[in-house]
Structure formats: C-alpha cells, structure tokens
C-alpha cells in the first residue's frame, strides 16, 4: 500500500539566544602579550613541523 503526500507542513519557532555572560576585558596591553605568546608558539610549533617532515 502506498501513501501519497501532498503537502508538508513545517511549524517552527526561532527563539533569541541566551545573552552570553558579562566578562571582565582584559587590558590592552595584556591582550597584546597574550597574542604575541599565541603567534610565536604557534610558529614554533610549524617549524618544528616542518623540520620533521624535511628529514624523512
């Protein structure tokens, strides 16, 4: 037995989402620092990458 279905219904509700809690910002100088520290591990991280991979 087959079903036939000729229209399809769809109710939704969007609700807005939840405030994110309030964070105390961190200086200027501070964020900067903890950049840079992000940026050069990360280079660090890379060239040791590609040092590893250089040798095989």
């Known amino acids: 037995m087959s079903i036939e279905v000729r229209q399809l219904l769809i109710r939704t509700q ?3 989402a939840p405030a994110p809690p309030v ?3 961190l200086p200027a100088r501070e964020l900067q620092r903890l950049r840079d520290q992000v940026l050069s591990d ?3 991280w890379l060239a040791e990458r590609l ?3 250089g040798e095989r």
Request: net charge positive; aromatic share 0%; hydrophobic share 25%.
């Open 14 to 16: 969007v609700n807005p």
């Open 23 to 25: 964070r105390a910002a």
């Open 42 to 44: 990360c280079k660090t």
């Open 51 to 53: 040092r590893t991979n």
